[in-house]
């Protein structure tokens, strides 16, 4: 995978983070560095000196959604909680959110990962940030006495991240009709009954 690069002006990578995004949104995976270029008013060098490559600009792309979506300020927002119940809420408060707005993106990437090199290394590292995240939380709820028995926190971490994944929330939402107040308040009760000392 690309190195991360940082080069030039912010508002020429903004423009490019911009243009990619409308890009995936539009065609799918079937994107260049000099379709993103043309759609950026920049030259493909540019490009290329921001990014590195096709890899670190996708990369790039989903951190950047990442920022916009304050997710720094929502993972120190659950990290603050008093309680593992109120942790586990919190995020699923947070994956909500997040899924709904990164879902077109996210439903390309997803799709891609495994027939486009780049397409599929910015979602992997975007998974296995998640990962770590889920892993964090539930080593938190176990410093806090609050892990229930039987679990580690490996297998806790695991079953946290991938029942949380846009997949099984798209399914509940958008094709069984679950509201968003409706998957908070289930997943929420399901995963604190699954994790949390009774």
Request: net charge negative; no cysteine.
């Amino acid at each position: 995978m690309s190195s991360e690069y940082s080069y030039g002006d912010p508002k020429t990578r903004q423009r490019i983070l911009e243009a990619t995004r409308k890009l995936i949104a539009e065609n799918g995976p079937a994107l260049s560095l000099k379709s993103v270029a043309d759609r950026a008013g920049v030259s493909r060098q540019s490009v290329y000196l921001h990014f590195g490559d096709r890899t670190g600009l996708v990369v790039g792309l989903v951190k950047h959604m990442d920022e916009e979506l304050a997710l720094g300020e929502s993972m120190a927002a659950i990290f603050a909680a008093k309680s593992g119940a109120e942790m586990i809420e919190r995020t699923m408060q947070v994956h909500a959110d997040f899924s709904a707005a990164i879902d077109g993106i996210a439903l390309i990437l997803e799709a891609a990962q495994y027939e486009d090199e780049a397409l599929g290394s910015a979602w992997r590292d975007r998974m296995r940030f998640r990962h770590e995240a889920h892993r964090a939380i539930a080593q938190r709820i176990a410093d806090l006495g609050e892990l229930a028995a039987g679990w580690t926190v490996e297998e806790a971490g695991d079953l946290f991240y991938a029942t949380t994944l846009v997949g099984p929330w798209r399914e509940l939402t958008r094709e069984l009709g679950w509201t968003a107040e409706e998957y908070v308040d289930r997943m929420t009760r399901l995963l604190q009954r699954a994790l949390l000392r009774r």
